[in-house]
């Protein structure tokens, strides 16, 4: 998404790229204190597994957006 082909033309296309921008930031912050929680020895094996696959299925979602937004038509 940082290539100049993919910058917005259209007001809705800036809006969908801010959302998608914003989500990649939360996601990006919530994957580093998963991995300081991970490193530190806990005693909850399974709330980090399931924190883990959270945060692999918000990965996708963010995903399928980009790609979405990447296949809108450029006008």
Do not use: W
Request: proline share 4%.
């Amino acid at each position: 998404m940082c290539s100049y082909r993919f910058e917005p033309t259209t007001y809705h296309q800036f809006k969908v790229r801010e959302a998608l921008d914003q989500k990649i930031e939360l996601l990006r912050k919530a994957h580093l204190e998963l991995l300081r929680t991970l490193r530190t020895q806990t005693n909850n094996p399974e709330a980090e597994f399931k924190e883990t696959t959270q945060q692999l299925e918000a990965a996708k979602k963010l995903e399928e957006g980009i790609h979405q937004y990447m296949n809108m038509p450029q006008h």
